[in-house]
């Protein structure tokens, strides 16, 4: 009963490289999320996906770009990172009653730009 | 656009004491949900409690409960008899159209 995973849980960057954080669920949600989470500032949502295949902007989308080619994953990708995005990144999952049960989430990869 | 605030940044009480978090939030939406999550030192995020927009009756879940008032737009978590473990950053959220939207956190310390 993994839930949500994320790798990886710890990574340092320089500014300009390219990186992708994975995220799989094992419970057969529809809808999945990216959020960063920056201290003062609670959780933004960066990208979202509503099935396989799909996928929208949250709040805080520049930067960051996503794929869901497959329904247990969501994948999110730094193309040319910046010290900005020193962050600590969530993925989360849920089914259509997430009104019920919240998210089930990722235990977070801290990334940090230098 | 849902908004979230979180006035108290950090908090602190004794163990056992009762304590009061204050979440308040501004939406148009008739249909909504609202919690609050617990985040330790681990870092991971945790369901404390939910309520729906629609009930009036606040919600309880064994030490914690929610004072929930629709037209003031005010949400708070109070936590009884507070124990060690309760320690942590504590997140209001907002929920319409299956997206959370977050306020800012509070760090709750229980002090022995």
């Known amino acids: 009963n993994a839930g949500v995973t994320q790798t990886p849980k710890f990574r340092v960057l320089k500014t300009g490289q390219s990186m992708t954080l994975l995220c799989a669920q094992d419970?057969?949600?529809?809808?999945m999320y990216w959020y960063r989470q920056d201290p003062g500032m609670g959780l933004r949502l960066i990208h979202y996906?509503?099935?396989?295949?799909?996928?929208a902007k949250g709040e805080v989308p520049d930067g960051y770009n996503v794929s869901r080619l497959k329904k247990q994953n969501f994948l999110l990708g730094l193309e040319s990172a910046a010290p900005s995005q020193t962050s600590v990144y969530f993925c989360?999952?849920?089914?259509?009653?997430?009104?019920?049960?919240?998210?089930?989430f990722g235990s977070g990869t801290r990334l940090t730009v230098v | 656009a849902q908004t979230v605030t979180q006035s108290q940044p950090e908090m602190s009480v004794q163990e056992a004491e009762t304590v009061t978090l204050s979440c308040t939030y501004d939406?148009?939406?008739?249909?909504?949900?609202l919690f609050w999550y617990k985040q330790p030192p681990s870092r991971q995020m945790i369901l404390v409690i939910r309520?729906?927009?629609?009930?009036?009756q606040n919600a309880t879940e064994n030490r914690f409960s929610v004072n929930f008032q629709k037209a003031a737009k005010s949400f708070s978590l109070k936590i009884s008899d507070s124990q060690l473990g309760d320690t942590a950053m504590y997140f209001c959220?907002?929920?319409?159209?299956?997206?959370?939207?977050f306020g800012q956190g509070t760090r709750l310390t229980i002090n022995p």
């Open positions: 309520q729906e927009a629609y009930k009036q």
């Open positions: 419970m057969n949600h529809e809808y």
């Open positions: 959220a907002f929920m319409a159209a299956q997206k959370l939207v």
């Open positions: 989360a999952s849920s089914n259509s009653r997430a009104s019920n049960y919240g998210y089930t």
């Open positions: 939406t148009s939406e008739n249909n909504y949900y």
């Open positions: 996906s509503v099935g396989e295949g799909t996928t």
